[in-house]
């Protein structure tokens, strides 16, 4: 066994411990200059006090004794002291020339130890550390020159190569990369390793980890941890992790971001809490331990340690904790995502998401005023050009320096070291745009991102392909591949998907990612006076078919304007050929364009005349198409309007309107085609951008809210209006910056704020979520903390922002407390704020009865998101809230009044006398065809669709299909229609991935608990409640241990707790099975993989309105997927509905045979169950799910429950519940009666 393939063993199996500081312990010697010189560096002329690395050469004593507590502590891997070992870090104390013996002498030295506490069942690992280095390659060390840098690449690869030679020389486990802060260091570093590895032919396990700079996650030189994993991953590491930064209360949410980002294993080792004024760690190792604690509980990590403070007592109390816990388990494969660049923020591209442009105006082959810029060394107004690319919608940003007058490879580092410098432009990926490889490669050791080639083809032949990709992706980027071979370019289709597919072979077959091709399949000139050349955009636009057919995950780009350039000198015909190109392309396949943002024109503006000669033109439809084209542009030159930009748009009448009108009918209408352009149009009228946001834009969203107040608007149109809102204010947004910076103006502040959350333990947040969309439709601040906030923080927030309201959002029944618990603190605080509850488990009564008796300000309960902006207006203006708050007292005192007079009319029977009136007993049942546990991962969407229940999806929305209205039918289509577009693009790009896991198990009752038995030899225990309310005569009080035969032994109490004997189970076949061959099925199940990070993606696009219909989807899904594991239980694994022949309609209605109770409703109240089934089912091994504090699922969109195949079990509630059975049921939980009301809330 390899040592990866042993150390990937063992951190499947349990969580490995890595090692505490070394500086802390270092320090603890308070050794002088003369200690670290010892007899070796006497003479030395620089001081090298401080330089750590020094003492393996001169008191190697010290360091072997530091390995030796450390694994005496119970540390699996010990880090070598060599954080600082190479030539860039070490020419500090004039010790470079020893950067390879002093990182071998620190690998000898952990080696040893490691060796001697190693033994067969417990080995030890070294790591060898290649720290961040003393200097960053991103980051200007002169703050009046951004351009300048105080190392290179080529500075930082040799010495990283020279330090990991030395570590490998001396006998390391695994290399380390850590505490990066700059991740183009950390790309030198790994780019030293490949190459490294290459030469000798070695595999040994890469740890890679970085530091945070700030509480929002983002790394010092910038880079968000998405665009950080996105940058590195292409180096395939063993472990991605977090290190440093902060102590591990505050490190935790970034480890659990980084989590969900990465395949590999994960790591993090945070420091002992914060420096204390005199730079020392606090933070006990009992403390430490405590905080890392919640870590291992949630599953988050696979290796954990210490960092700055950290010492082997911190490191012996982690060993002790995380021996209690298993490992997060490694992510299932998921399907590829599609393509990612990155800069400071990530990019992703996909063939089904819009066009993703390219700013072409940064080529000197292409744009005569920026190559004049360049040569003027007017590198400022370049800069310019960029950012007006960005403002007018480019998406990554192509830079070329190919011209014989300019020196490329330095007019390329100091051009993109200045745009790198600026955040606005840093956030985007970079096209790096030459015919020659070293330009290509200068431009590439300048990116910390992941960037893109432009270009590579074969015309030098296979090897040539092959090499320059194996370097590109060294370097961490993706490659355009021109459809380019020895033969010359590919003009006509058959030559393009020749050279195509030769080239995607021979990529992919050389382990070359296909999201990381894209292919350009050469968009050449039309209309040439050459015949042959008429079917150039024609053949291009198959050619995208074919590719797209034959070529899954590649990307396609191409620059649009070598289409048109038989007409240059005329905008007009060139916009509309672009216009007419771009829309048939995108349909083909056509993802990404290089184009000049600025001067694309909108298909649907063009004059019809001109679109149609275009059309003939490009799609070959008839023979005179040239002439006909060129007699409209000789016409409209003639005329003076050969200009662009909106000379040959005519369209839709409202498109004649003025501008100011456009935009207000654009925000009411919810178009966003053109809204970005008419903001830039309307902008100069306005003195102020401010002025523009508070005048047409609100005027527009004003309307809105009074037609959704009328009832001739509904949720689906709001939101719709507010992705126009949205995009338009961020079109704005720099404008407004520029002036703010300008008069020296920090103050963000904007109208009122209302803060939003979901409480501590809920991961629900749609409805929350659509509320914040309707509230900044409303002209609302909304300040949204996320899921699963205690409250705490939510209090702390709403006083730190001075948010003038606090909305409450929950699902399930223990997000009720912490409601109340939320009020109370509200009032030991003396807020006087309203609070605002909300959410599928709230009710008035509940609010009137529990929360408001707790708070002393206003506590408003809100049924559904349409009564949210009304409700705020109304507690918001000084002469609306008296009477708003005292028809709210009014309602509250007749919800009490009437849930009393409820509890008086519920008459109940007490436990004794509900169990006399149970139902029939069930006898056995039919034993299952499966017994085991079905992994149900990567499971295929289109065998779910079928089963989702569009009625309950419009309910979410509002929009109940049997109210019917002629507007409110126009809603509902409209809704479905995108919702309907969402899916497909959920099932093209596989934005959604479906994993669970259901299995069926032998089972009894016993009373009113359910004894299961899994793999262990003792059953588990479902302690289930029974219905007390007095039924008329006939009627049965349920409890869903009716529905499975008795296993119960006879005697003692009928309710039998585990302590009350033989539950009455008999052995056979080697798996335990129950008397009277009764059975329980099980699942846990999932539509919420990939959900957060794609509706990320739409956020960052201004689109709330297809993250909250993904968002609604993913919760349709995960129910279509539970009726269609349901189903296949039934008539396969179990067999008991073999011979069913249901509708879908049919299977809606449940007119199946037994039912499918979920955790948290009716019949089972209790979310903790979950716990048990998810122990049963192995969920979290085997599929990732894993459960909050409250037991809510993670990912949302989630559903975990039972199926019982008893003909006669039914649905029903077990609510009411007396105080006998929940003192009963307490005690068979083993819980305090007080824990066991808070989790049955209000029944």
């Not at 700030?214 to 790394?219: A, E, K, L, P, T």
């Not at 060394?377 to 007058?405: K, T």
Request: hydrophobic residues 40%; negative net charge; aromatic residues 6%.
């Amino acid at each position: 066994m390899t040592i990866r393939e042993q150390l990937t063993d063992i951190a499947s199996r349990r969580i490995l411990v890595l090692d505490g500081a070394m500086g802390t312990m270092i320090q603890r010697y308070k050794l002088t200059e003369t200690e670290f010189r010892g007899g070796k560096f006497e003479d030395h002329p620089t001081s090298i006090l401080g330089c750590n690395d020094v003492l393996c050469l001169t008191k190697p004593d010290i360091i072997s004794s530091i390995h030796e507590a450390y694994l005496k502590a119970g540390a699996d891997i010990i880090e070598t002291c060599s954080f600082n070992a190479t030539a860039v870090s070490l020419a500090d104390y004039g010790l470079d020339h020893l950067a390879w013996e002093i990182s071998r002498a620190s690998a000898e030295i952990a080696r040893k130890q490691a060796d001697k506490f190693s033994t067969p069942g417990v080995p030890r690992f070294v790591a060898g550390i290649l720290g961040g280095a003393a200097k960053s390659a991103s980051i200007s060390p002169d703050m009046n020159d951004p351009g300048k840098r105080s190392v290179t690449w080529d500075e930082l690869e040799a010495a990283y190569y020279d330090n990991a030679r030395g570590l490998l020389d001396g006998g390391v486990d695994i290399l380390m990369v850590e505490t990066i802060y700059d991740t183009l260091n950390a790309k030198a570093a790994i780019f030293a390793i490949s190459r490294l590895f290459e030469e000798r032919n070695i595999d040994v396990p890469l740890m890679i980890s970085a530091t945070v700079a700030d509480v929002s996650g983002r790394i010092l030189a910038g880079q968000t941890l998405e665009a950080f994993c996105v940058s590195v991953l292409h180096a395939k590491p063993w472990s991605m992790g977090l290190n440093c930064s902060f102590g591990a209360g505050s490190l935790k949410k970034h480890v659990q971001e980084l989590a969900a980002l990465v395949p590999c294993f994960v790591s993090a080792h945070p420091n002992a809490g914060l420096p204390n004024r005199f730079g020392e760690y606090d933070e006990t190792p009992e403390t430490m331990a405590a905080v890392v604690e919640e870590y291992l509980k949630e599953g988050l990590v696979n290796i954990i340690g210490g960092c700055c403070g950290s010492t082997p007592d911190h490191i012996a109390a982690i060993a002790a904790k995380a021996k209690n816990y298993g490992p997060r388990p490694l992510p299932v494969q998921a399907p590829r995502k599609g393509t990612v660049f990155a800069g400071l923020e990530p990019l992703r591209v996909s063939r089904d998401g819009g066009l993703t442009k390219i700013g072409e105006r940064t080529n000197v082959a292409g744009c005569r005023k920026f190559l004049k810029l360049i040569k003027d060394e007017n590198y400022g107004e370049a800069l310019g050009l960029v950012r007006e690319m960005i403002e007018q919608g480019a998406s990554l940003i192509n830079v070329g320096m190919d011209d014989p007058f300019l020196d490329a490879k330095a007019c390329m580092t100091r051009f993109l070291n200045l745009a790198l410098a600026d955040p606005d432009i840093a956030r985007l990926p970079i096209v790096v745009d030459s015919s020659r490889w070293e330009v290509i490669e200068t431009g590439l050791k300048l990116l910390q991102g992941k960037g893109l080639v432009n270009s590579l083809s074969l015309k030098e032949g296979d090897g040539e392909l092959l090499r320059k990709a194996r370097l590109a992706r060294r370097y961490g980027a993706a490659v355009v591949v021109m459809l380019f071979d020895e033969q010359g370019q590919a003009a006509g289709y058959e030559r393009k998907i020749e050279i195509a597919k030769r080239s995607y072979d021979l990529l992919t077959g050389d382990g070359f990612p296909p999201e990381d091709i894209v292919f350009d399949p050469n968009i050449l000139s039309v209309a040439t006076g050459i015949p042959e050349h008429d079917r150039y955009a024609l053949d291009f636009i198959h050619a995208c078919e074919w590719i797209t057919a034959n070529c899954p995950g590649a990307q396609i780009s191409g620059g649009v304007t070598n289409l048109s350039f038989s007409f240059r000198g005329n905008d007009t015909v060139r916009e509309a050929m672009h216009a007419v190109f771009l829309k048939h392309g995108i349909k083909a396949g056509l993802s990404m364009a290089i184009v000049n943002p600025g001067a694309l024109v909108p298909y649907e503006n063009l004059e019809s005349g001109l679109r149609d000669a275009v059309e003939s033109l490009l799609l070959c439809k008839s023979p005179d198409a040239v002439d006909r084209l060129l007699s409209i542009a000789v016409a409209l030159k003639d005329a003076g309007e050969g200009q662009g930009a909106g000379t040959a748009a005519k369209s839709a009448s409202w498109r004649s309107l003025d501008v100011e009108e456009r935009v207000v009918h654009a925000m009411v209408k919810g178009i966003d085609d053109y809204i970005e352009g008419d903001v830039l149009e309307l902008r100069p009228r306005y003195a102020r951008p401010l002025e523009l946001v508070e005048g047409p834009l609100m005027r527009g969203m004003g309307e809105v809210s009074r037609l959704f107040g009328e009832g001739k608007m509904f949720l689906p149109q709001v939101i719709r209006s507010a992705r126009v809102m949205k995009k338009a204010v961020a079109v704005l947004e720099p404008f407004m910056e520029r002036e703010r910076l300008a008069s020296g103006n920090t103050d963000t502040a904007g109208n009122e704020k209302i803060l939003l959350a979901t409480v501590k333990g809920d991961v629900h947040d749609i409805g929350k979520n659509i509320v914040g969309v309707v509230l900044g439709c409303n002209g609302y601040t909304v300040l949204d903390l996320g899921i699963m906030v205690p409250a705490e923080d939510i209090l702390a927030a709403a006083e730190k922002e001075g948010a003038k309201i606090i909305g409450l959002s929950g699902l399930i029944t223990p997000s009720l407390e912490e409601m109340v618990r939320t009020a109370r603190e509200m009032e030991k605080r003396g807020m006087k704020i309203p609070l605002i509850i909300g959410g599928a488990t709230t009710s008035l009564a509940h609010t009137a009865l529990r929360i408001a008796p707790e708070y002393s300000g206003p506590v408003v309960y809100v049924s559904d998101a349409g009564q949210s902006a009304g409700t705020v207006r109304a507690l918001l203006a000084e002469t609306d809230r008296p009477r708003f708050l005292k028809d709210l007292e009014q309602r509250y005192r007749e919800a009490a009044e009437q849930h009393e007079r409820i509890v008086a009319k519920t008459e109940l029977l007490s436990l004794e006398g509900a169990r006399k009136n149970r139902g029939s007993q069930a006898v056995s049942g039919q034993a299952p065809k499966s017994r085991g546990l079905q992994d149900l991962n990567g499971y295929a969407l289109e065998r779910v669709i079928p089963f989702i229940d569009w009625e309950g999806f419009l309910r979410i929305w509002e929009l109940d299909r049997e109210q019917h209205s002629p507007e409110k039918d126009v809603a509902k289509e409209k809704l479905l229609e995108d919702a309907r577009k969402i899916l497909d693009q959920v099932r093209t790009e596989k934005l959604l991935q479906l994993r669970g896991v259901a299995g069926i198990f032998p089972a009894c009752a016993d009373g009113d608990d359910v004894l299961v038995y899994g793999s262990g030899p003792e059953p588990v225990r479902f302690a289930f409640l029974r219905n007390q309310e007095k039924k008329r005569a006939g009627g049965a009080n349920l409890c869903l241990a009716d529905f499975l035969p008795s296993g119960h032994s006879g005697g003692g109490n009928p309710g039998a707790s585990p302590r009350d004997g033989n539950p009455g189970v008999s052995s056979g076949d080697g798996n335990p099975g129950v008397s009277g061959g009764g059975w329980l099925g099980l699942f846990a199940l999932s539509a919420g993989f990939g959900l957060e990070e794609a509706a990320a993606a739409f956020r960052s696009r201004n689109d709330d309105y297809g993250a909250l219909l993904l968002g609604t989807l993913a919760d349709s899904l995960a129910e279509a997927f539970a009726e269609e594991v349901h189903l296949r239980i039934r008539r396969e694994w179990w067999g008991y509905g073999e011979g069913e022949t249901l509708s879908v309609e049919d299977v809606f209605k449940g007119k199946y045979s037994g039912i499918r109770p979920a955790f948290g409703y009716p019949p089972c109240p209790d979310h903790q169950d979950k716990r048990i089934a998810f122990d049963l089912l192995e969920a979290q091994k085997r599929c990732g799910l894993t459960l909050t504090e409250s037991a809510m699922i993670i990912p949302a969109a989630s559903v975990c429950g039972m199926v019982f195949s008893n003909p006669e079990a039914r649905y029903f509630s077990a609510a009411p519940v007396g105080d006998d059975q929940l003192q009963d049921w307490a005690k068979r939980k083993g819980i305090k009666a007080e824990e066991a009301r808070r989790r049955l809330g209000r029944i």
